[in-house]
């Protein structure tokens, strides 16, 4: 027998297998002795294994066991307390092969066992991944969402302090009214109208949502490309983009330069790159503010061909040693990382689905555009 009928306060000064006679399931521990002996109750049982004929990590295994457990469980089912007797835990039946063939489970027990915790580990890295992707994800759409709507909250208030001064001072109101005076150093094309205002609020409104039509696009990857002169697509947006608060200019370098393009997908490409400029690149600047698109035909070392979109501006330019790697991973506002936003992330993936490529150019500080990013895309014949 390899059980020691211990009872009542005991001293422990040996290797043992300590179980307990409360519950259901005797939360099986393994003792071992280092010269320092423990004192247990009558609640727990010690089991001095005979090291000749019992693998002590095997018995321990066999304590875990769906045999042994639902033994235990029937013998306390009819107890007031969770609680089995020494008698009946000494009938408790085990499956005790030769000493080797313990040894051999053991062995292949203990390859399990590391593989299950390497697993482990890998799920828990993938779970604190996802975590952490979803903390930079919530807070990238909130920091968008927020630069977003902070032009319409001022357009908004600026309209609002006009309509007010107009009720008290029973001033007349039509589109072409401006919605202040003219100071000193100042045109009337400085000034903005009633009705550009409202047009620029209604258009604002109207883009609110499109962050969500981008992430459709992205989770589907599926884009409608079609031939496109990059030179007539770059006169829709001088057109559609051009602002009183910066200068866009559009530089073509070559005639017919065409690209496959999803037009409406890649105008999130371009509506990110000039709002992150307005909001970001041009704050605090009281110069002239300028974003240029340059177009052009560009080859590389291979021979492979490209049209090249260079897009620059005036502002601040991008933080010390900013990278692509940054520009592409949104969340700067997460307390993980400190990547370019919702719309870094927007831009790269959205190029990448046209199989283009993305890169930040470096600059120097004799350069008068201080932000530098280079798209190419296969260029077709």
Request: negative net charge; hydrophobic residues 40%; proline residues 3%.
């Amino acid at each position: 027998r390899f059980i020691s009928n211990i009872k009542g306060l005991k001293v422990i000064d040996f290797d043992a297998i300590l179980v307990s006679s409360m519950w259901s399931n005797l939360k099986p521990t393994k003792f071992k002795f280092e010269g320092k002996a423990i004192v247990i109750g009558s609640d727990v049982f010690a089991l001095q294994v005979s090291k000749e004929s019992v693998n002590g990590d095997y018995l321990l295994s066999q304590f875990h066991s769906k045999l042994v457990q639902t033994q235990v469980k029937t013998m306390s089912s009819g107890t007031v307390i969770n609680r089995i007797s020494l008698r009946d835990f000494e009938n408790v039946q085990i499956i005790l092969p030769p000493l080797e063939e313990q040894k051999r489970q053991m062995f292949e027990m203990r390859g399990v066992i590391e593989e299950k915790a390497i697993a482990q580990e890998k799920v828990e890295d993938a779970l604190e991944e996802v975590q952490k992707t979803d903390y930079e994800l919530i807070a990238s759409v909130a920091h968008s969402f927020k630069n977003k709507l902070s032009p319409i909250v001022m357009d908004y208030a600026i309209l609002v302090d006009f309509l007010r001064e107009a009720n008290d001072t029973n001033i007349p109101i039509n589109l072409d009214t401006l919605v202040r005076p003219i100071f000193e150093n100042e045109t009337i094309d400085d000034i903005d109208t009633f009705e550009n205002i409202a047009d620029r609020i209604d258009k604002q409104l109207k883009n609110l949502p499109k962050i969500f039509n981008d992430f459709q696009i992205l989770q589907k990857q599926n884009i409608n490309k079609e031939i496109v002169d990059l030179n007539d697509y770059f006169k829709k947006v001088k057109s559609n983009y051009s602002s009183q608060s910066y200068k866009l200019e559009i530089e073509r370098k070559n005639k017919n330069i065409f690209v496959e393009l999803d037009e409406s997908a890649f105008e999130s490409v371009i509506e990110n790159l000039i709002s992150n400029a307005n909001e970001h690149a041009f704050k605090d600047k009281i110069d002239e503010c300028r974003i240029v698109f340059e177009i052009s035909k560009y080859e590389d070392l291979d021979g492979i061909k490209y049209a090249r979109i260079l897009y620059k501006d005036n502002g601040k330019g991008f933080p010390k040693n900013y990278s692509v790697v940054n520009y592409k991973t949104f969340g700067n506002k997460s307390v993980y990382s400190e990547g370019s936003g919702i719309g870094g992330f927007i831009v790269s993936k959205m190029i990448e689905l046209h199989d283009g490529k993305i890169q930040i150019l470096p600059v120097s500080e004799f350069d008068l555009f201080k932000a530098q990013v280079e798209i190419l895309l296969p260029l077709e014949d």
